[in-house]
């Protein structure tokens, strides 16, 4: 199923950064954002997906340039801030989208190497890029930002312990920096999709006939899983002025799975 709400403009003359954003959730967020009205600077790890990406949605007529950026390198954080400010001349939006998971399996389990990997990409990264980003919000006047977490930042995954708490982990960041961010006019909230089907998911949703497949389904309201293009029309709000009261937000878009802290 793909979203089918109108486009506007409600993001005109905004300037958003949206980190992974050539693929996934990160790709339809960016897009979502341009269709909406803003400039985005696109980035990932890989100078061809960049370039791709951002040929593909000029075609669409969005207002979009890229950049590389590893966000676990300060040097790339750095010059994905700087290339914005060069291309578009400010920033107002960021999301800060990038993940890694790189194991599977019960958390006693986990290298020291990989728990610091996940904690420095999905939360440390997302902190630092913050850092970077707030005083050029801050310089024009007002800011949005949303993290990317996860429904098992709330219901931890047994089988992905370490990612699921660095997914917690951002929805305690998101309340910890928004009374600061509150008294330099800019808002932070988090996205908590549920399982939505990406590249990153392959593995849960692509056979249709596994015993765990049916139960996962099963324990959603809707029974389906979500496209990326359904997380994106929340972002689009919550990065607008529809969203001016709401700050320190965590919103999960799982097609109703039980999952509260
Ligand atoms: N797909 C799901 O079911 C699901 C569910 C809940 C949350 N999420 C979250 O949504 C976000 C997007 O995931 P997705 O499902 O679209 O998958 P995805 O694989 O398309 O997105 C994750 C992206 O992060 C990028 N990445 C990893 N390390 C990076 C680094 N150091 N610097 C820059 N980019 C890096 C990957 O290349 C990848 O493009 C992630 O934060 C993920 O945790 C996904």
Avoid at 201 to 218: A, C, H, R, V, Y
């Amino acid at each position: 199923m793909t979203s089918t709400v109108a486009k506007g403009t409600k993001l005109a003359g905004k300037v958003a950064i949206v980190t992974a954003s050539t693929d996934g959730i990160g790709l339809a967020i960016a897009k979502r954002l341009g269709q909406d009205g803003a400039k985005v600077m696109i980035s990932s790890r890989k100078k061809e997906h960049v370039e791709g990406t951002v040929e593909n949605l000029r075609k669409q007529n969005l207002d979009v340039a890229g950049t590389i950026c590893h966000v676990g390198k300060s040097k790339d954080r750095e010059s994905l801030v700087q290339e914005t400010l060069k291309t578009f001349g400010g920033i107002d939006i960021l999301v800060s989208n990038a993940a890694a998971n790189p194991v599977f399996g019960p958390i006693l389990d986990t290298s020291e190497e990989a728990w610091d990997k996940i904690f420095d990409v999905n939360i440390k990264s997302a902190f630092l890029l913050c850092k970077e980003v707030v005083p050029h919000m801050e310089a024009r006047g007002s800011g949005a930002i949303v993290f990317v977490s996860s429904f098992v930042g709330y219901a931890p995954s047994e089988l992905m312990g370490p990612y699921s708490v660095s997914k917690t982990a951002l929805i305690g960041l998101t309340k910890a920096m928004s009374p600061q961010l509150a008294g330099m006019n800019i808002r932070v909230n988090c996205l908590a999709p549920g399982l939505i089907k990406t590249k990153f998911s392959e593995m849960l949703w692509k056979n249709p006939n596994t015993g765990f497949q049916q139960d996962f389904l099963n324990s959603i309201a809707m029974k389906r899983f979500g496209e990326p293009e359904e997380c994106s029309g929340t972002v689009s709000f919550l990065v607008s002025d529809d969203a001016s009261y709401i700050t320190g937000e965590t919103i999960l878009v799982t097609g109703g799975i039980p999952a509260r802290l």
